[in-house]
T-cell receptor, first 115, second 113 residues
Framework: EAGVTQFPSHSVIEKGQTVTLRCDPI?????LYWYRRVMGKEIKFLLH????????ESGMPNNRFLAERTGGTYSTLKVQPAELEDSGVYFC?????????????FGQGTRLTVV | AQSVTQPDIHITVSEGASLELRCNYS??????LFWYVQSPGQGLQLLLK??????LVQGIKGFEAEFKRSQSSFNLRKPSVHWSDAAEYFC???????????FGKGTKLSVKP
């Protein structure tokens, strides 16, 4: 069974450009989470999808970030326009059920560098 | 507010030595707690979890953790470290009913031959 897959693994863009990150969850997992780790800081929750619906987007830093999950399968996270402080590692995770006791499986992350 | 603290940013141990990584949590009588490991180039892998019951939890790769309510701690231990254990370790707790996680800053483990 394929795990959570994220594309690209690395991205270097200039300030002001747009970048789109993609996450393919484990097949059959309705729940998809995005997290971000800025260098030296904690991994922080960004948002949570249940199928195609945004269940919780309380962690999204500002309106330059747009997440979608059309059809309840893969998800994209777009940053437009990118700023220097957006640099970090973006993780995606998926789980079968949105319960506190359900294990979430993580992808390898996308390292975003904004220069 | 709920939080997780990992006081050690970087730890170096000799191969074969014992290991203890510290984790403290705040807020909540019985939180749901996890330890994840990230090896270079890999995603986060779940080592073990604690929800309730026996406070000593066994995980994969020979790791265990003990939940101590009185100390608000969930320290990770391994009796004998292998070079392949060199990685970054994250303690986490569930932040809400929908399963989103609150992480500590991570502890990077280096293993000396």
């Amino acid at each position: 069974e394929a795990g959570v897959t994220q594309f690209p693994s690395h991205s270097v863009i200039e300030k002001g450009q747009t970048v789109t990150l993609r996450c393919d969850p484990i097949s059959g997992h309705d729940n998809l989470y995005w997290y971000r780790r800025v260098m030296g800081k904690e991994i922080k929750f960004l948002l949570h999808f249940v199928k195609e619906s945004k269940q919780d987007e309380s962690g999204m830093p500002n309106n330059r970030f747009l997440a979608e999950r059309t059809g309840g399968t893969y998800s994209t996270l777009k940053v437009q326009p990118a700023e220097l402080e957006d640099s970090g590692v973006y993780f995606c995770a998926s789980s079968q059920r949105s319960r506190a006791t359900t294990e979430a499986f993580f992808g390898q992350g996308t390292r975003l560098t904004v220069v | 507010a709920q939080s997780v603290t990992q006081p050690d940013i970087h730890i170096t141990v000799s191969e074969g030595a014992s290991l203890e990584l510290r984790c403290n949590y705040s807020y909540g009588a019985t939180p749901y707690l996890f330890w994840y490991v990230q090896s270079p180039g890999q995603g986060l892998q779940l080592l073990l979890k604690y929800f309730s019951g026996d406070t000593l939890v066994q995980g994969i790769k020979g790791f265990e953790a003990e939940f101590k309510r009185s100390q608000s701690s969930f320290n990770l231990r391994k009796p004998s470290v292998h070079w392949s254990d060199a990685a970054e370790y994250f303690c986490a707790r569930v932040g809400g009913s929908q399963g989103n996680l609150i992480f500590g800053k991570g502890t990077k483990l280096s293993v000396k031959p």
